[in-house]
């Protein structure tokens, strides 16, 4: 399931969806939330912004390629968009695979990918105006390695 | 026509989040990002970036990707999601 919404989630609801199947022994998730990012300037939120149709075709994709690597049977993405402020939930990733390391690996590859590959973007909202965030290298260097690893 | 989108840091820079411009032969991404960058020095300015992303109908391309009419193409800078 892929869901992009303005709306918060409710993790306990979203796992109860998940390990609702006896097949699987392993259940995975991850929780993105707003931080405050960085040099002090007091974040107060974030502003996040999408382009609505790719969006969800990128994170189909992405679940695809996982589903291509690892066995899994359910798979669960939300990304929130719109105002959010300090410490709230923007992304969460779930899945669900008869094996464990299976499903660490996937929730790990879909966060990274996500984050690389689909079409959002963050305006940080801090006492001094709003700024939008620049890339990090960093996340492009993630996610180049999975690919390396993954081609291997 | 072809439907132009702008997202994010360039949506603010430009004041548009969209605009139709003229098919015409042989047009490439390179070709349209020169025909925007042509309106003025902002548009110069921010469609000159280095670190300019390009989609036509909601695909990742590269700058020689060809453009028809009734394509969508979208501008933005990189993604910053999650």
Known sequence: MINVQQNDFIVADEYQKLADDNQDGAVVTFVGKVRDFNEGLGVQGLSLEHYPGMTEKVLSEIEAEARDHWPLNKVTIIHRVGDLTLGEQIVFIGVTSPHRRAAFAACEFLIDFLKTKAPFWKKELTSEGSKWLEAKASDSKISQQWSTKLTN | ?82
């Open chain 2, 1 to 82: 026509m072809i439907k132009v989108l702008f997202f994010a840091r360039l949506r603010e820079q430009l004041s548009t989040d969209s605009l139709q411009i003229l098919a015409s032969e042989n047009m490439t991404t390179e070709l349209i990002r020169q025909q925007l960058a042509n309106t003025d020095d902002l548009w110069a300015k921010v469609m000159s970036a280095d670190s300019l992303l390009v989609a036509v109908n909601q695909q990742i391309t590269d700058w020689s990707h060809s453009v028809n009419a009734g394509d969508e193409v979208a501008f933005f800078p990189p993604v910053t999601g999650g």
